[in-house]
Antibody
Framework: EVQLVESGGGSVQPGRSLRLSCTAS????????ISWVRQAPGKGLELVSL??????????DYAASVKGRFAVSRDDSKDIAYLQMNSLKTEDTAVYYC?????????????WGQGTLVTVSS | QSALTQPASVSGSPGQWITISCIGT?????????VSWYQQHPGKAPKLIIY???KRPSGVSNRFSGSKSDNTASLTISGLQAEDEADYYC???????????FGGGTKLTVL
């Protein structure tokens, strides 16, 4: 069974950092891109970052709203993807989901984690 | 890139059918057949219900169907059921940015 489990969310002050993890199981992790999609309270979905698999050079993309502050990475030996979030702003407050796909020739998000809440507030 | 345009809400009675539109541009919906639709119940993660414009993942009811014409994609739900009440989001591969753009979401109410 394919599973994605996010962890690392919490409450932080503006300007601080947080690292989210997405632990995968049930599929060949290194065959797929992993995307991070966030949803602010009462709002829609926004893809903030994705990382392709090694076959696609592990290339990364970022939304303009987080470029230069967030960094996505993956450890294929552990089946984990990470989202390092620096210089957090109040507008980064959201539930963060990781999802399988979005790149590496796989143009859909077919499995999602349960989400982890990030609250940025003073 | 700008978000895809969806109606904020739609409604229908049990047994009826509804259609949700998703309007994009020639740089996303109009350019690629990589349009997907997601259903989200309150407090839950999104669930894929349509991909590649009109394909259904295994286990998704055939009451859900998708189509595309020019820069507009559509999701049709036939034989509405109470359990279909949820938010629905479209997404499309795009030519720039993160190469993905989502719609703003549509709240479906089953009367």
């Amino acid at each position: 069974e394919v599973q994605l489990v996010e962890s690392g969310g919490g409450s932080v002050q503006p300007g601080r950092s947080l690292r989210l993890s997405c632990t995968a199981s049930g599929f060949s992790f290194d065959d797929y891109a992993i995307s991070w999609v966030r949803q602010a309270p009462g709002k829609g979905l926004e893809l903030v970052s994705l990382i392709r698999n090694r076959a696609y050079g592990g290339a990364t993309d970022y939304a303009a709203s987080v470029k230069g502050r967030f960094a996505v990475s993956r450890d294929d030996s552990k089946d984990i993807a990470y989202l390092q979030m620096n210089s957090l702003k109040t507008e980064d407050t959201a539930v963060y989901y990781c999802a399988r796909g979005g790149g590496s020739g796989y143009y859909l998000f077919d499995y999602w984690g349960q989400g982890t809440l990030v609250t940025v507030s003073s | 890139q700008s978000a895809l345009t969806q109606p904020a809400s739609v409604s229908g009675s049990p047994g009826q059918w509804i259609t949700i539109s998703c309007i994009g541009t020639s740089n996303d919906v109009g350019k690629y057949d990589y349009v997907s639709w997601y259903q989200q119940h309150p407090g839950k993660a999104p669930k894929l219900i349509i991909y590649d414009v009109s394909k259904r993942p295994s286990g998704v009811s055939n009451r859900f169907s998708g189509s595309k014409s020019d820069n507009t994609a559509s999701l049709t739900i036939s034989g509405l059921q109470a359990e279909d009440e949820a938010d629905y989001y479209c997404a499309s591969h795009a030519t720039s940015g993160t190469f993905w753009v989502f719609g703003g979401g549509t709240k479906l109410t089953v009367l």
